[in-house]
Nanobody, 123 residues
Framework: QMQLVESGGGLVQAGGSLTLSCAASGRTFSGYGMGWFRQAPGKEREFVAAINWSGGRTSYADSVKGRVTISRDNTKNALYLQMNSLKPQDTAVYYC????????????????WGQGAQVTVSS
């Protein structure tokens, strides 16, 4: 089992920035591809960003490309999501997740999930 704990969520004004962190434990973090997903009220969970085990490959949803950066620090067993130019439509619960695939945009291919962190962007 891998435990994932998100932190760094909160309330931010439109145009602001926020960095989410995800602390991993219980498994060899560097052995997994990682991703961020989000779920807004009344909507399905959607892909935000993904990164391979080394950090050398990343993938982003079109809705966040250019505003969001995913990164990881395998020495700290940590995953990050830096978000800039936030919009009210970015309001959601953000989840970090681990996959056995190299890199994936498909939530069904993720094995371990965190509990989520609320991000609220006010207009």
């Amino acid at each position: 089992q891998m435990q994932l704990v998100e932190s760094g969520g909160g309330l931010v004004q439109a145009g602001g920035s926020l960095t989410l962190s995800c602390a991993a434990s219980g498994r060899t973090f560097s052995g997994y591809g990682m991703g961020w997903f989000r779920q807004a009220p009344g909507k399905e969970r959607e892909f935000v960003a993904a990164i391979n085990w080394s950090g050398g490959r990343t993938s982003y949803a079109d809705s966040v490309k250019g505003r969001v950066t995913i990164s990881r620090d395998n020495t700290k067993n940590a995953l990050y999501l830096q978000m800039n130019s936030l919009k009210p439509q970015d309001t959601a619960v953000y989840y970090c997740a681990a996959t056995g695939y190299t890199i994936s945009r498909n939530a069904n291919e993720y094995i371990y999930w965190g509990q989520g962190a609320q991000v609220t962007v006010s207009s």
